[in-house]
């Protein structure tokens, strides 16, 4: 039989322990019902030590957040190669990933419930939130490749964006729908955005026809194609 010996963290390595245990617990509850007692329990030190690094519950939720924004923003990255339907739906399984790993903290965050109410943590989430927002309407506009987009293209990607946080929320609120078909669902919802801007811009059209081009017919956009064909009146059986 063998005796554990707790090792001596150096602060740094102590305080990014304190975050990710911070993340781990806000993942199973919203922040504001998490404790500094459960903090340092978990963590397995003294509620006074925890306070030897964070001032309070604000700046470890705070510092929290910044950790769990960061990682949402870099599950929009993907490589650049392929269909883009297809590289959407990946971006979306990451994304998704996310949410279902920490939905009780993702929904406090998008839905601006800080862990102690407080015009400074409130202006914090946002200010992340919004980085996270950035982060995304970016790597959509890369895989584009589109630098300088027209304001209706714009507003395509910031639309999807707001739709893909909203779809997630709802389906936290019980997953009364399959997780994968909403993937799906929501890279269909952003063709659908692109197509009905593209039907009265020419330049988006031009590069729509470019995206579908490149997109196999077994592909989330030509399944989508398929089964809107398959909605139309007088379509023999």
């Given at each position: ?76 990255e993907e490589p650049r190669q392929g269909p883009l339907g297809e590289r959407l739906l990946r971006v979306m399984g990451r994304y998704f990933d996310f949410v279902d790993e ?76 399959a997780r994968a078909e909403l993937e799906v669902q929501l890279v269909h919802d952003f063709a659908a955005l692109f197509a009905v801007s593209a039907a009265y811009d020419e ?35």
């Amino acid at each position: 039989m063998t005796t554990g010996v707790r090792r001596r963290m150096g602060v740094q390595e102590r305080r990014e322990q304190l975050i990710s245990v911070a993340l781990e617990l806000f993942s199973r509850r919203p922040p504001a019902e998490v404790s500094i007692d459960e903090i340092a329990s978990a963590a397995g030190i003294s509620r006074p030590l925890v306070y030897h690094y964070f001032p309070g519950k604000l700046s470890l939720y705070e510092a929290a957040l910044r950790r769990a924004a960061e990682d949402l923003a870099h599950r929009f990255e993907e490589p650049r190669q392929g269909p883009l339907g297809e590289r959407l739906l990946r971006v979306m399984g990451r994304y998704f990933d996310f949410v279902d790993e920490h939905g009780p903290g993702f929904s406090a965050l998008m839905r601006g419930g800080p862990a102690v109410p407080s015009q400074e943590a409130a202006s914090t989430a946002n200010a992340l939130i919004d980085s996270v927002r950035e982060a995304a309407r970016e790597q959509i506009l890369a895989h584009l490749g589109v630098t300088r987009p027209s304001p209706r293209l714009d507003m395509v990607v910031r639309s999807w964006v707001a739709l893909a946080e909203s779809k997630a929320l709802l389906w936290l609120d019980g997953r009364r729908m399959a997780r994968a078909e909403l993937e799906v669902q929501l890279v269909h919802d952003f063709a659908a955005l692109f197509a009905v801007s593209a039907a009265y811009d020419e330049e988006l059209a031009l590069l729509l026809r470019e995206l579908l081009a490149r997109e196999p017919a077994d592909g989330p956009f030509g399944d989508l194609v398929g089964r809107l064909v398959g909605l139309a009146p007088g379509r023999p059986e």
